[in-house]
């Protein structure tokens, strides 16, 4: 191991106890780089190209040492010296690359390819601005640009790359990477990001989010999904996309060439897998490529292509899967959507169903695209697989079974773990051995159960990460945690179906038992985070009831001593690393049959959170595994709330009529209250769920009350609640990401 005071002493010609924490900062990045740069590129004849309109990274730093193999070796100089690495670290930039689960999700599995020795890369775009950096401003979100790039940030190159073909103009994009190092391996991939040579930061004003849409030579990597509530905004998203695919596409070719392909035998060298609908265009551009530049037959194109590219669902939402007008293609391709009609043909001849139709209506079904020209279509959790089979999806299902699988999600225990909790992977180290870092494996903490030594120091651990995350709110936002106090978190994106307005309505109740003199043995935090999309009204709406609940309970004497609401303001990878080791209680709440996966109910119970949820998504796969006493459930199940849907008979109106529900819904409104906030958005979310009420928050409120009251009793058995957090964490080696990308490989990529 490099002595860090030498290297300290050649870059600043200071010993390494002088430095600042920035300098040491920056000279551990250089020192990765350095590693990393020796490197070669994981070898092999067939390549992943894994595209995303996502990246969330998180700081690097952290965990880049502990897969170099160098983290303890320079944690323990930078104590000698007086330096702490979790400090050094603050000072590194947090690439602004994504939002929510889609985006970490993709940063996992870059993790876990490599550390499995995989040939596989990452492809997005480079976000100048990222999606918004999250201010609150009189209890609302401001949405503010979030300029992470700079002379700190972790790009490498900057190399003239393609030229990028649309209807009226040519663009030039440039083509940075960031190395993406596996644990304990000797070769390393890679993340390849495409900006735009030309793009102009100077159209985006300090203070707001607002740009020139319609400048697209200009704007193309200003934002991730830029706001698409007008026409322009719509437009531009498929500009953006077509970018990103076009980038994509010619580096396959190029790469395949390279390697030896004659494009012929392509899907021998290349295998695609599209994370959600936003990179569909690339089976278009892959065949236009090939036509137009590679003089192939373009019923060879097609079936090639249709032999190199997966498809990712994500999600049952309707509004989640893309559906672009023919259009807007045509006015930023017109040989995309040429060749869009063309494929369309095809099915429209051999299938007469109209719910299997490429384009519909003059609207292209990206989804359908995906599925009908490619090689397979997975689900994210058993639960989401099995409606996309018999519901969502059933039509592409009966037409093509042999392409639907699961891949439930998963995570990677460098960062989730090894990084984040520090004392959890030494609990683990002293009671099972270092195996479990390499495979996974945690199920051996289950012969400890009935341990008081190992309950006891997980309790301690627990403690720990308590204050790290009270140190941390405290820095951050000014925010005074009690040391005892019931750490209840929810951080997730902010919308409806998720149901954070459930949880608000709860805080509400507790509010108003508290005042009624039941006051809980022990304090109660529950904190929020998550960003809303900027044109979702709503979501913005439950942002404003959560911030103005949170002041009113502090100005409340009687219950601010035994309840606390939080939200974490610009929530992130950084603060999810000081949450979700903290937290007692992890809420997943969203509405049975609507959330396809979740990887935040991983997280938290892998570092010994227990799990209040619905039956929905990987919490089905939770509750199968750690058993009943171990998780707590409730309401509609995904059956009953399917039917609820196709009969069109929930009705708000008569739950929220029965006294118990109306008192918490008309609190919103209540003139006290409402005098503390904006009037607007408290009735327009009042009318809201008292009226309609579209993810059926009152149709579960009553039970989740009950059950939620019973998980904080249930808290004061210390050593009872010690023994539910270590079976959550004994269970939680099914969710690493390493499963999940082994058996993408085995069933899909065959990388070898």
């Not at 322009?232 to 390279?258: H, K, P, T």
């Not at 495979?439 to 301690?460: E, F, I, N, P, Y």
């Amino acid at each position: 191991m490099t002595r860090l005071n030498d290297l300290a002493l050649s870059a600043y010609g200071r010993p390494l106890a002088d430095l600042s924490n920035q300098q040491a900062c920056s000279m551990l990045q250089d020192l990765v780089k350095e590693r990393s740069a020796a490197l070669a590129p994981t070898a092999g004849k067939r390549r992943l190209y894994y595209i995303s309109a996502e990246f969330l990274l998180g700081k690097l730093l952290t965990n880049n040492l502990i897969n170099l193999g160098l983290y303890e070796d320079v944690k323990a100089q930078l104590e000698d010296a007086g330096l702490s690495l979790s400090e050094v670290e603050e000072c590194e930039v947090e690439p602004s690359l994504g939002n929510g689960g889609l985006g970490r999700l993709a940063a996992c599995f870059l993790d876990s390819i490599a550390t499995l020795g995989l040939p596989g890369d990452g492809i997005g775009l480079n976000y100048h601005f990222g999606l918004f950096r999250q201010k609150f401003v009189q209890n609302q979100q401001l949405a503010l640009p979030d300029a992470w790039l700079g002379e700190e940030d972790v790009l490498v190159g900057g190399r003239e790359a393609f030229q990028v073909p649309f209807a009226d103009f040519t663009v030039t994009s440039k083509l940075y990477t960031i190395d993406v190092l596996g644990y304990g391996r000797k070769t390393k991939n890679r993340l390849r990001l495409f900006d735009l040579v030309g793009v102009d930061d100077t159209l985006v004003p300090h203070d707001s989010i607002e740009f020139d849409k319609r400048e697209v030579r200009r704007n193309l990597t200003l934002f991730l999904y830029p706001d698409d509530s007008d026409e322009d905004g719509r437009l531009l998203r498929v500009y953006q996309q077509y970018f990103m695919v076009s980038n994509a596409a010619q580096l396959i070719l190029a790469e395949a060439v390279e390697r030896g392909s004659n494009l012929h035998d392509l899907a021998d060298y290349a295998v695609v897998q599209i994370n959600d609908t936003h990179p569909t265009m690339v089976i278009p551009e892959l065949i236009r490529l090939l036509e137009e530049e590679h003089d192939m037959a373009f019923d060879e194109a097609v079936n090639i292509v249709s032999r190199m590219v997966a498809y990712t669902n994500h999600t049952i939402l309707a509004e989640a899967l893309e559906k672009w007008p023919l259009a807007f293609i045509e006015r930023v391709s017109p040989q995309i959507a040429a060749i869009i009609r063309k494929l369309d043909a095809r099915i429209a001849k051999n299938y007469d169903d109209p719910a299997v139709q490429i384009i519909q209506d003059g609207v292209v079904h990206m989804a359908h695209l995906a599925i009908h020209y490619g090689i397979s279509v997975n689900g994210v959790a058993a639960l989401h697989t099995k409606i996309l089979e018999e519901s969502e999806l059933s039509s592409f299902y009966r037409i093509y079974p042999e392409k639907f699988n699961n891949k439930t999600n998963g995570i990677t225990f460098r960062r989730w773990v090894m990084g984040c909790n520090p004392p959890l992977a030494h609990l683990l180290d002293t009671t099972l051995g270092s195996e479990w870092r390499t495979t996974g494996d945690l199920t051996g903490l289950l012969d400890h159960a009935d341990d008081q030594d190992v309950l006891s120091a997980l309790a301690d651990v627990k403690a720990d990460a308590k204050g790290r995350m009270r140190a941390f709110m405290l820095e951050n936002q000014g925010a005074h945690i009690p040391e005892d106090a019931i750490i209840d978190v929810q951080v997730k994106r902010i919308h409806e179906y998720k149901r954070q307005q459930m949880l608000a309505l709860y805080i509400i109740w507790k509010y108003l038992d508290i005042k009624n003199g039941n006051v809980p043995p022990r304090p109660i935090t529950i904190v929020f985070g998550g960003k809303a999309a900027p044109a979702y009204t709503i979501a913005q709406d439950i942002i404003h009831l959560i911030l103005t609940l949170s002041t009113w309970i502090a100005n409340d004497p009687d219950v601010a001593p035994h309840l606390q609401v939080l939200m974490v303001e610009n929530y992130n990878v950084t603060a999810a690393e000081h949450l979700i080791p903290a937290a007692d209680i992890s809420e997943q709440i969203s509405l049975a049959s609507k959330e396809a996966s979740g990887t935040s109910n991983m997280k938290f119970m892998l570092n010994g959170a227990v799990t209040l949820c619905t039956l929905d998504g990987a919490n089905v796969e939770i509750a199968d595994l750690v058993g009943e006493g171990n998780i707590y459930t409730f309401g509609a199940s995904s059956e009953e709330v399917e039917r609820l849907y196709a009969e069109g008979s929930y009705d708000a109106r008569s739950y929220y009529r029965r006294p118990g529900i109306k008192l918490l819904v008309d609190f919103m409104t209540n003139p006290h209250f409402i005098a503390m906030g904006s009037a607007e958005r408290l009735r327009r979310l009042h009318d809201d769920v008292a009226g309609k009420d579209w993810f059926m928050a009152l149709l579960d409120l009553e039970e989740y009350i009950q059950v939620k009251e019973a998980v904080y009793r249930d808290f004061e058995d210390r050593g009872a609640w010690a023994r539910k957090e270590l079976v959550n964490i004994a269970h939680a080696g099914t969710f690493s990401s390493d499963r999940t990308i082994a058996q993408y490989n085995g069933d899909i990529w065959h990388l070898g």
